[in-house]
């Protein structure tokens, strides 16, 4: 009852302080299909993967956010084996909203860069389904873009437009989001983000990447076809070394 009691309270005083600072936990792995596999190695590669999971933390205001990776002890990183991810970020990546931008600060090659792009928009469309998660109402929000299926699970009682990563642009904040892509081969492959516990601390900082280069996503993509072919020349040439 004590517990019951304490969720709403919480609830109720998010709800009442939305210029707060929220913190939200949320935890991040991939759910690849097995099915479709027939590589030996791609599979023992997607089963290593699918044991593995990320941590990250969202402190967020109606105005800006801060999202960024954490660590936490979990029996997931124990696991050994080669393993691939695709949609944790190992990077800071910082929302404006009053602005319009996001910076994603990287440290590319010994680089410090923060890369400058405007706010992705979601096409949201918000669905009857209603469900309850971490002792909240939520409402079920979905679009789909090519070959994915976006879901979302928001809270309107959070009244933050925002969500993990660049995902936001609901009337509550987002604490469940799967992304489900449909590979060539036909097999459903998942990235989920769940939200773990949710807070208000007033103590908790937003910080805006400031120290390093400001390129924007263009650029950024100009840096990484130019290093590209470096790299691509400089393998030919010891190629090339080698046959003489």
Not at 92 to 118: H, P, Q, V
Not at 214 to 233: A, H, L, P, R, T
Request: proline share 2%; glycine share 4%.
């Amino acid at each position: 009852m004590k517990k019951l009691l304490s969720v709403a309270l919480l609830s109720a005083s998010l709800f009442l302080t939305a210029q707060e600072k929220v913190v939200v936990e949320y935890e991040f792995y991939n759910v690849f299909d097995l099915s479709k596999e027939t590589n030996p190695k791609m599979l023992e590669i997607y089963k290593n993967s699918n044991e593995q999971k990320s941590f990250y933390e969202l402190v967020t205001t109606v105005d800006e956010s801060l999202y960024k990776k954490i660590e936490r002890v979990d029996n997931s990183q124990s696991k050994k084996g080669t393993s691939i991810s695709f949609g944790g970020v190992g990077n800071d990546f910082y929302k404006n909203f009053s602005e319009n931008i996001s910076l994603t600060f990287m440290d590319y090659n010994g680089k410090k860069l923060i890369i400058k792009d405007s706010l992705k928009v979601q096409p949201w469309i918000i669905q009857k389904d209603k469900s309850t998660y971490l002792g909240y109402d939520v409402k079920k929000a979905t679009y789909q873009e090519k070959s994915n299926t976006y879901t979302a699970w928001f809270a309107p009682k959070l009244a933050i437009k925002n969500g993990p990563i660049e995902y936001a642009g609901l009337p509550g904040l987002i604490l469940k989001l799967e992304i489900v892509n449909i590979d060539k081969k036909g097999g459903e492959n998942k990235r989920i983000y769940n939200a773990t516990n949710i807070k208000i601390d007033s103590k908790a900082k937003i910080e805006r990447p400031t120290k390093g280069q400001i390129v924007s996503q263009k650029e950024f993509d100009q840096i990484i076809e130019e290093d590209n072919k470096k790299f691509d020349e400089m393998y030919n040439n010891k190629v090339e070394t080698k046959i003489d």
